[in-house]
């Protein structure tokens, strides 16, 4: 098996991405969104993304992004953006009932052969391979987003996706330039968010039980391992608002990190690298 047509469906934050750096590296793809004034939106964010790739993609001349451009077409219609395709990967909004939905239409058109992957942050494949009609041929290929720099893809099959496949998924995830991270079973959160979600808690709680300061925190991740950024340089990053909803989903301890992000940064519009300050201050 081998794929050469590939199809996304979603093209917002990660859709458009996932399109963007596949028809860079070579393959024709077809981006399929609900309406036309999403892909007038998909169009620009492409736009926005050749001017990345310039800056961060050694290879990204003007040949390399033209041809990229000239390798990625737009549709509406379901079925013609799926007819021919090898692989479908999905990237719409992360609600258990547009997956399903979005599935069982596409089961319809899709010929038999398309293998389907979803980019699910949180639902596992084996709580959407039914609705796919095909669950030998349906497993998870998750990207980063800014998968041009951050280029894992994580992959994960059901109990029942066929091993070809998932060894066809991998095999395509480093066709398009991504580092391929196989996961032997379904884990929520996959290896990424399997880390780094308790670690951001684990900082959160220094925080809310008064032991140190974000900036000291950092500063001892940073120095005594090495790494480039500490917890509240990623929170900075992911967002102060997204930081609150999660922590208030938590246990007493992050739901007092959660009401210490509310009083000192949302509550005065600091939300992060976005809003230009967060923890640290962030140049436009
Ligand atoms: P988004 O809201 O930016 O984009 C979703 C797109 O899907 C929109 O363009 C929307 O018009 C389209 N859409 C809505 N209904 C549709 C339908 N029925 N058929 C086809 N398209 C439809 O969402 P996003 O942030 O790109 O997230 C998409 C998926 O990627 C989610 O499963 C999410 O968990 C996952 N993900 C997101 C990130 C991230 O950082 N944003 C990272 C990794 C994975």
């Known amino acids: 098996m081998i794929f050469h047509n590939v199809t996304v469906l979603g093209t917002g934050v990660m859709g458009a991405q996932i399109a963007f750096q ?36 050694k290879s990204a001349d003007d040949g390399a992004l033209m041809a990229a451009q ?42 038999p052969k ?8 949180t639902f596992l494949p084996s709580a959407i391979a039914e609705a796919t009609g095909r669950p030998d041929r349906f497993l998870a290929l998750h990207f980063a987003n800014r998968i041009w720099t951050h280029n894992t893809a994580e992959i994960m099959g059901h109990p029942g996706t066929s091993p070809e496949v998932y060894r066809t998924v991998v095999d395509f995830a480093r066709d ?16 990424l968010n399997s880390l780094l979600v308790p670690f951001l808690g684990a900082a959160g709680a220094l925080v809310a039980n008064g032991i140190a300061e974000p900036r000291d925190i950092d500063k001892t991740w ?17 967002g102060l608002n997204t930081a609150y909803n999660i922590s208030l989903n938590g246990d007493a301890t992050s739901q007092r990190f959660a009401a ?16 230009g300050e967060g923890f640290y201050k962030y140049k436009s």
């Open 114 to 121: 398309t293998v389907f992957a979803t980019n699910s942050s």
């Open 176 to 191: 398009i330039g991504m580092e391929p991270i196989e996961l032997h079973k379904e884990q929520p959160g996959y290896v």
């Open 260 to 275: 210490y992000l509310k009083d000192n940064y949302i509550d005065k519009g600091k939300l992060g690298v976005l809003s």
């Open 222 to 238: 940073r120095i005594a391992t090495g790494a480039p950024v500490g917890p509240f340089q990623i929170y900075d990053a992911v």
């Open 70 to 111: 000239a390798r990625l077409s737009f549709s509406t219609d379901l079925g013609e953006a799926a007819k021919k395709a090898d692989l479908v990967i999905e990237a719409v909004p992360e609600r258990i009932d547009i997956k399903r939905d979005v599935y069982t239409k596409l089961a319809s058109v899709a010929p």
């Open 22 to 57: 596949t028809a860079y590296r070579g393959f024709p793809v077809i981006a399929y969104d609900i309406n036309d004034e999403m892909i007038d939106k998909a169009r620009k964010t492409i736009n926005y993304l050749v001017t990345h790739y310039a800056k961060d993609v």
